[in-house]
């Protein structure tokens, strides 16, 4: 694939490699899909977003690069997580990289929140990132190891104000990690958490990105570049590979120096 993902890292252990991303139609995940693809992992990925995914995959194979398998889903059913996950097993061998990256950032207010949209965002930001872990633990156990990466915010460190759900949600993510990594250790699986900062999505763009904002990433960030989904995946496609065998339990933050 001849772009900018050439002047990077290439990770051998990555090759044939059997990748199961979420939320992997737009966004973050869409550049996750990319460069795993074109690290030529089997790659495997879920999305409610149909139209948009099939487009994906289809760049990819026509671009050289193996095609990654599409698998439509809701992430607020659990069971049809797990069949997806069940499903790519079948195609693309025990799933040995775990990339828990949908999720769901609108804005709301405390006073607006009802038992029904909490619940809602607590299943579309946090339920499925456990019981994705669950599905893919026994894969990875039989096969001597593997890695989950769970994706959390800078949220909940900064304390944003306009989305609680959301933030609690991704503060509980950390929590997650932990404990999973502490209970998966033993069977050389690793969980670490990737935190995002404030990223460049086209989405992101089209609703947040106005004078205000850009102000703000102005005042906060060390750096004065924008933060893109290519930063974010670069540094998930290095806790897949075997060069972080010895990372876990960790955050690692990419958000140009925000928090």
Not at 101 to 120: E, F, I
Request: hydrophobic letters at 40%; aromatic letters at 8%; proline letters at 5%.
């Amino acid at each position: 694939m001849n772009d900018e993902r050439n002047a990077y890292a290439h990770y051998p252990s990555l090759k044939g490699r059997s990748v199961f991303i979420t939320g992997g139609g737009s966004g973050i995940g869409e550049s996750l899909v990319r460069h795993f693809c074109a690290q030529g992992s089997r790659v495997a990925f879920v999305d409610v977003a149909e139209e948009a995914s099939r487009r994906l995959a289809g760049e990819i194979a026509a671009q050289g690069a193996p095609a990654p398998l599409f698998i439509p889903c809701d992430l607020r059913d659990v069971e049809a997580l797990r069949a997806a996950i069940e499903q790519a097993r079948q195609e693309n061998g025990p799933i040995q990289a775990l990339l828990n990256n949908a999720g769901n950032d609108d804005r709301h207010r405390t006073a607006d929140v009802t038992t029904a949209y909490w619940d809602d965002r607590m299943a579309v930001n946090l339920r499925h990132q456990f019981f994705a872990a669950q599905a893919v633990r026994p894969q990875m156990a039989a096969l001597g190891g593997g890695s989950i990466v769970n994706f959390g915010s800078i949220t909940w460190m900064v304390g944003d104000p306009d989305c609680p759900a959301y933030v609690t949600a991704k503060a509980a993510v950390y929590g997650m990690t932990r404990a999973l990594a502490r209970e998966l250790g033993p069977e050389r699986i690793r969980v670490n958490c990737m935190v995002p900062g404030w990223v460049m999505t086209e989405r992101q763009v089209r609703l947040w990105l106005n004078p205000d904002g850009e102000r703000q990433i102005a005042e906060r960030q060390c750096l004065p570049d924008r933060l893109q989904p290519s930063d974010i995946a670069r540094m998930a496609l290095f806790l897949a590979a075997d060069d972080s065998r010895m990372c876990s339990s960790q955050q690692f933050i990419v958000d140009g120096g925000w928090v």
